[in-house]
């Protein structure tokens, strides 16, 4: 689904202040999609885990992450973001079989159901093998291909990948994160990871980044990040994740149920300060967000959209 204003009004121009590797690509090619960049993407999350952060418990059944899969569509996702395996801090990690069989058959459905892409939240080659068969074609993965055999299932394939920054690992990740430069740390790993998947002959188009907001991060690497994206945006398109974290409830006091305030916040933020993609809980405030900032940020100072999407 595309917002009213199909030109991304809300992503500034690339500062001055980096030098891309390329021009980063007007298209995220998945598989047979091709997902236009020009405008806010959402990615709509769907976990089927027993004890996932925010939503833990709540689509555990296939047949009911199916249907919410189907809504989330319905409210305006462009992309399925299917995980099972919960990487909140301190989880543990649950055996392949049973990571395997929460995802497959949710894929499988889903697959057949929807006309958006389908992603696999998944740090496990095995994983995302698998559900590249049963219908997804990205790759959501936190370890931002570090592991060889991923990196060969991801080549091999003609998926999209999403390369996330972590300090460390879901058990240890929270524990006293530390850095000198945060910033400079996190664009320097997905610089690198970028240049892995390169020389492994994934193409450009396929590769987006992931600054990893509350994964191995204080609140004040979490912002700084979010402050740096457009430094970030000149390497790849930009997915942040921050929707519910725990940081928005330690800067607004607000607990877990009530985040979506900020959360919408962050994700605007995001979009003005270059991000591609938004990966998010509540898609349908996030669309409605999205599509008013849209509309704002394509008026002329005379009042009149400047767009003609918009009127």
Known sequence: MLSPNTSNALVPPMPAGGTPVTTPP????????????????????????????SDGGAWLDPASAVARGQALVAEGADILDIGG???????????????????I????????????????????????????????????????LRDPAMLAVVRRSRAGVVLMHMLGTPQDMQKAPHYDDVVAEVRAFLAARLAAALAAGIPRQRLVI????????????????????????????VLVGASRKRFIGEITGAPLPERLPGSLTVAIWSLMRGAAILRVHD???TRAAVTMAGA????????SPSSPHLT
């Open 85 to 103: 395996e919960s990487t909140r801090p301190g989880a543990a990690t649950p055996p392949l079989a049973e990571e395997l069989r929460r995802v």
């Open 210 to 237: 992931d600054p990893g907001i509350g994964f191995g991060k204080t609140t004040r690497h979490n912002l700084a990040l979010l402050g740096a994206l457009a430094q970030l945006a000149t390497l790849a398109p």
């Open 296 to 303: 704002l940020a394509g008026m002329t100072h005379s009042g």
């Open 283 to 285: 898609v349908a405030a």
């Open 105 to 144: 058959p949710v894929i499988q459905a889903l697959a057949q159901a929807v006309t958006v892409p389908i992603s696999v939240d998944t740090r496990h080659a095995a994983v995302a093998e698998a559900a590249l068969q049963a219908g997804a074609t990205i790759v959501n993965d936190i370890t931002a």
């Open 26 to 53: 007007v298209a995220w090619s998945c598989g047979h999609y091709s997902i236009p960049l020009g405008r806010p993407v959402i990615m709509g999350i769907l976990n089927v885990t027993p004890d996932s952060f």
